[in-house]
């Protein structure tokens, strides 16, 4: 082997182990952009579970908001039935009032 050849292959050598790291370095580049997506994805979920949890909270509050209208309309029409005109004061106080008229028409005519 003369000087020519070792200085060949230490250029091959050294070639090759650029492309290597380059390699590497492309390999290592490629996984950092899979983590990077797969956190942004996790967190894209997490987002997701967290509005879908937020809109089941409002669906259950609309829900009880819902119960608690329907149970007040139906002690306001509990409330209407309850007080009803009483017919039955009116007419005692219209018999009443014709007793004494016609009490009053004999007793002091």
């Known amino acids: 082997m003369d000087g020519q050849e070792l200085i060949e292959r230490r250029n091959n050598w050294r070639e090759e182990q650029r ?22 994805t996790q967190k894209e979920l997490i ?7 937020n809109h089941n909270q409002r669906i259950v509050s609309l829900e009880e908001f819902r119960e ?5 309309c139906a002690k306001i ?16 106080g219209v018999i009443i009032a014709l007793s004494t008229s016609i009490m009053n028409y004999f007793v002091f005519k």
């Open 19 to 40: 492309r290597m790291e380059d390699f590497l370095l492309k390999g290592f580049m490629e996984l950092s952009n899979k983590i990077s997506s797969m956190e942004a």
């Open 47 to 53: 987002e997701a579970v967290h509005k879908a949890n």
């Open 68 to 72: 608690r209208q329907v149970s007040t």
């Open 77 to 92: 029409q509990d409330e209407k039935e309850k007080k009803r005109f009483p017919w039955t004061g009116v007419l005692v």
